[in-house]
Antibody
Framework: QITLKESGPTLVKPTQTLTLTCTFS??????????VGWIRHSPGKALEWLAL???????RYSPSLKTRLAITKDSSKNQVVLTMTNVDPLDTATYYC????????????WGQGTLVTVSS | DIQLTQSPSFLSASVGDRVTITCRAS??????LAWYQQKPGKAPELLIY???TLQSGVPSRFSGSGSGTEFTLTISSLQPEDSATYYC?????????FGGGTKVEI
């Protein structure tokens, strides 16, 4: 059974750095072709893809957020970490991590999501 | 970036109705399209990938078609549990993008 779960702060102040952790089970990020991505859902808006890391440590980022994001993995711990710097109230959203399927960039298993509010 | 435009943004239908949602891409994406269903407070769930392949476990009343720039998601006989928002996503090229969503009310 594949599961993913996001963890991190629920409230962050503007200009601070947000760190979210995705802990997963049922697959390994050492398996060729797999990956884990981050997607967010802001209130009243559509889903927005943020970043993706592959089994071979290649990283891809949303161009609009690239300068503020960093995605890393710890395959021994089955974790993927997303860091977002200089957060703004517009970054208030539910953040999801999801498994990228073998060799294609869509997502077949998602975490439950974690709501992050950016407010002073 | 490839823009995905979904229509309609909202639809209201009755149990048993046939429902079709359209997703148009701003440029050709071959069959590199997925559809997701999201219920309030829940994570999205994959329904269809490669434009027309049903994900394992998804009811057969869901189907997808299209290629290039125009795609459709069809629910052949709407059920109460299908009340949700539906999103398309292209994986032809980066950045990955999602459509604006279609909220289906029953």
């Amino acid at each position: 059974q594949i599961t993913l779960k996001e963890s991190g702060p629920t409230l962050v102040k503007p200009t601070q750095t947000l760190t979210l952790t995705c802990t997963f089970s049922g697959f390994s990020l050492t398996t060729s072709g797999l990956g884990v991505g981050w997607i967010r859902h802001s209130p009243g808006k559509a889903l927005e893809w943020l970043a993706l890391i592959y089994w071979n440590d290649v990283q891809r980022y949303s161009p609009s957020l690239k300068t503020r994001l960093a995605i890393t993995k710890d395959s021994s711990k089955n974790q993927v970490v997303l860091t977002m710097t200089n957060v703004d109230p517009l970054d208030t959203a539910t953040y999801y991590c999801a498994r990228r399927v073998w060799n294609y960039d869509y997502f077949d298993n998602w975490g439950q999501g974690t709501l992050v509010t950016v407010s002073s | 970036d490839i823009q995905l435009t979904q229509s309609p943004s909202f639809l209201s239908a009755s149990v048993g109705d046939r429902v079709t949602i359209t997703c148009r891409a701003s440029q050709g994406i071959s069959s590199s399209l997925a559809w997701y269903q999201q219920k309030p407070g829940k994570a999205p769930e994959l329904l269809i990938y490669a434009a027309s392949t049903l994900q394992s476990g998804v009811p057969s009343r869901f189907s997808g078609s299209g290629s290039g720039t125009e795609f459709t998601l069809t629910i052949s006989s709407l059920q109460p549990e299908d009340s949700a928002t539906y999103y398309c996503q292209q994986f032809h090229s980066f950045p990955l993008t999602f459509g604006g969503g279609t909220k289906v009310e029953i």
